[in-house]
């Protein structure tokens, strides 16, 4: 009586991804930045923190690749561990305010009489900018990697908090949330198992927006000399250090530039790729 | 007969706030106002009404989906609005629901066992072999095969859809199933298979089901009894064919008059609905119906006029017969389809 007709099967979100030309390129850029940032202690030409006097401002050469700083540092080397130190306090607040902004979101949109309440605090909490909660914690733990992680935490709630809502609200009002309560499921579960695996491809791409975000603004405190202290090799803190010599040196400054926005449009453009690939109605 | 289900006087009420800091109550949205109704045991009641009369929203207040703002519920005979959690979900393992859109009513990260063993998983039903028999079983009773087990929501038609929507509903063995409009989404062939799926499901199992529905030939095909309902209230209940061949509400003569007709001698004798649906934010004072009855007197505006003998009108021993054998002549359209429900069931027997 019904036959079973073979349906396709949806494209994996890996050949969406790869369908596009942006998203390949920022996919491979991506893998390629994180692998750099893994294996960097073992593919470093030499320590990031050994100074040679004798060989200060020098220009890239075939010795240093990308010359040496204004203390006789391997830009490469403190390149390769600075991105490790710029990758692990933007992942580290993207996943602590992430994981807190969108269990404030699932609340919000879950127990609609904490809405209003929760969203009002996220409001005010989004009226503050990113960089004037770094000052305030800078001022009060002192400068340095944590303050910059707790402040980009603080400023990525929510954001995450206002994603989850939306997505989770629209998931609410379908039918099979309504079937998982009809069934008698306890509310934990029904969010665990049926609201919030729904909202990932949200939560995916907004996450990875938010990471070239995250990351920019850590560089961006680490410059002002709110984040990480030297002699710490981290890209914003890098390129701080070259600005006096600007004139005399610019690649000091430069390169540590450029593989920030190197690393910024990676995921951004990662993101967009993403977003189009997860929207199911391009899906064929 | 013992009623399963048993509403009295049953309402949602929705505020409707105005204001920033201090809201104010400006208005009630009255959804449900006041309906009283009973299921008995391996019953089908339909509930039906034109969109907005609030069929869904009480279909959700007995299943408290949905806290009622006001009357109570009962359940064999044990009141189900005042139930805590525990109390609570073993009615929900007897009590379930079956929704109009079989696109959104299924997870879409689920296969279709792991959507049928949840209910299992929930009330603790089982273990893990005898829910994989069950699943299977349940597959087989609603006519999917069990190796759809493994599939996805997506990789099925409407009508499948709505059958693993059914075996969900069944799974953890309910008396009660309310059907909220479960074929109006689907075609009309695959709307027969639905419909006689249903019958033969209430008849094997014994099931009650609250049906609701907005067409009158699927109403005339499953229920035993029909209440019409008009914005938030019940207007009439009757037996099936009584309430086709004798319509005694007005409404109920116009929802069955705007059904055409075959027989051109026999159209126009009564007049069609005027106006709208008035808002359930401010319903008409009396008789919510007066502002489009025919027959509406002084009387209707001043009082409500309470369900009694099966009929909420003022009149309703006094208005003229129908005039109209509902019974019969249904439209060509309504009639073809109703000879292809018929054909359906013989075709597909007894799986």
Known sequence: ?284 | MTALLEAEGIAKHYPVRQGLIRAKTVGTVRAVDGVSFSVRKGETLALVGESGCGKSTTARLVLRLIEPSAGHVRFDGVDITTLDRAALRAFRRRAQIVFQDPYASLNPRFTVAETLREPLEVHGIGDGRSRKARVEELLSLVGLAPYHAARYGHEFSGGQRQRIGIARALAAGPDLVVCDEPVSALDVSIQAQVVNLLRDLQRRLGLAYLFIAHDLAVVKHVADRVAVMYLGRIVEVAEKNELFRNPRHPYTRALLAAIPHPDPARRGRIVPLGGDLPSPLNPPSGCRFRTRCPFAQEICAKEDPALEDGVACHFRDELPPAGLDFSGGLAPNAARRLALFAEAGRRQGTP
């Open chain 1, 1 to 284: 009586m019904t036959t079973a007709t073979e349906a396709p099967r949806k494209p994996s979100v890996l050949r969406m991804l790869l369908r596009d030309v942006g998203g390949t390129i920022s996919l491979v850029l991506v893998v390629l930045i994180l692998l750099v940032a893994l294996v960097a202690p073992w593919i470093s030409p030499r320590d990031p923190y050994e100074t040679d006097l004798l060989a200060i401002m020098q220009p890239p050469n075939e010795i240093y690749w990308l010359g040496t700083d204004g203390q006789g540092r391997d830009i490469l080397a403190r390149m390769l561990y600075g991105l490790r130190v710029t990758l692990a306090m933007g992942l580290a607040s993207l996943i602590i305010g992430g994981v807190i902004g969108a269990v404030v979101g699932f609340c919000a949109a879950f127990y609609r009489r904490a809405d209003g309440t929760l969203m009002r605090l996220m409001d005010i909490l989004l009226s503050f900018p990113a960089i004037l909660f770094g000052l305030a914690l800078a001022a009060i733990f002192g400068p340095g990697e944590t303050s910059v992680v707790i402040a980009l935490s603080i400023a990525t709630i929510p954001l995450m908090a206002r994603i989850v809502r939306g997505s989770a609200l629209v998931v609410m009002g379908l039918d099979y949330i309504e079937a998982a309560r009809a069934i008698g499921m306890s509310d934990a579960r029904l969010i665990w198992r049926h609201l919030a695996p729904n909202c990932l491809s949200a939560i995916f791409v907004f996450s990875t927006l938010r990471l070239g975000q995250v990351i920019l603004l850590g560089s961006a405190l680490s410059f002002l000399g709110l984040g990480a202290q030297p002699p710490l090799a981290e890209l914003g803190a890098m390129a701080a250090q070259g600005r006096n010599f600007l004139f005399i040196a610019p690649h000091i400054s430069v390169i540590p530039s450029v593989g920030i926005f190197v690393i910024v449009l990676a995921f951004n453009l990662l993101g967009d790729a993403l977003r189009d690939a997860l929207d199911p109605r391009l899906r064929i």
